[in-house]
């Protein structure tokens, strides 16, 4: 089966610009996450969504971020106006019913100068 | 906030040698998971140990849970140089999202 695709893999940005990272899980996986991962840290939780419901999105910084998940297939993360404590690489994974392993995509690396 | 802890950091090996790498977690969890980034492959899942299990095995892994001492280990034996990756362990926040830990940089030699 296809894994979990992502694009673009690499965006430069200045500060203050604004950038969208897409995500498309698995075939058939309700969940999908978005997590962040800064140099050197493990992966931070962003948001996760069920279907096209957020189920938590406590630790996303709701003022310059965003995330949709319109028909509950493909997802879109979205940072607006971006700073340069986002750079980071943007990891979206997905999860098939009733189990516990997640299965993550190639990430977006992101750089903001 | 970060729930797992990995130590060591970094750990260097000659292959052949076996590697192993502990995790500490703060809270209560349904199940610890384990999983190894690297460059080619990305993010993998290596193996899930449930709260009531003690020890599990998987080819040249074994991990252990201690749920007293909230902590974890992960063996690789007879590790490969197709082993240099980072590792982190990974635990519940109650539904099925993951809260990471730092994570330990394995490098082995040939």
């Known amino acids: 089966e296809a894994g979990v695709a992502q694009s673009p893999r690499y965006k430069i940005i200045e500060k203050r610009q604004s950038v969208a990272f897409w995500c498309n899980p698995i075939?058939?996986?309700?969940?999908l996450y978005w997590y962040q991962q800064i140099l050197g840290q493990g992966p931070k939780l962003l948001i996760q969504f069920q279907n096209n419901g957020v189920v938590d999105d406590s630790q996303l910084p709701k003022d310059r971020f965003s995330a949709e998940r319109l028909k509950g297939v493909d997802s879109t993360l979205k940072i607006q106006p971006a700073k340069l404590e986002d750079s980071a690489v943007y990891l979206c994974?997905?999860?098939?019913?009733?189990?516990?392993?997640?299965?993550f995509g190639p990430g977006t690396r992101l750089t903001v100068t | 906030s970060q729930q797992g802890e990995e130590d060591p950091q970094a750990l260097s090996i000659q292959e052949g040698e076996n590697a192993t790498m502990n995790c500490s977690y703060k809270t209560s969890i349904n199940n610890l998971q384990w999983y190894r980034q690297n460059s080619g492959r990305g993010l993998v899942h290596l193996i899930l140990i449930r709260s009531n299990e003690r020890e599990k095995h998987s080819g040249r892994l074994r991990v252990t849970l201690d749920t007293s001492k909230k902590s974890s280990s992960l063996l690789i034996t007879a590790s490969r140089a197709a082993d240099t990756a980072s590792y982190f362990c990974?635990?519940?926040?109650?539904?099925?999202?993951?809260?990471f830990g730092k994570g330990t940089t394995l490098s082995v030699s040939s």
């Open positions: 994974a997905s999860i098939g019913k009733g189990g516990y392993e997640q299965y």
């Open positions: 990974a635990t519940d926040a109650g539904g099925t999202a993951l809260i």
């Open positions: 075939s058939g996986h309700a969940t």
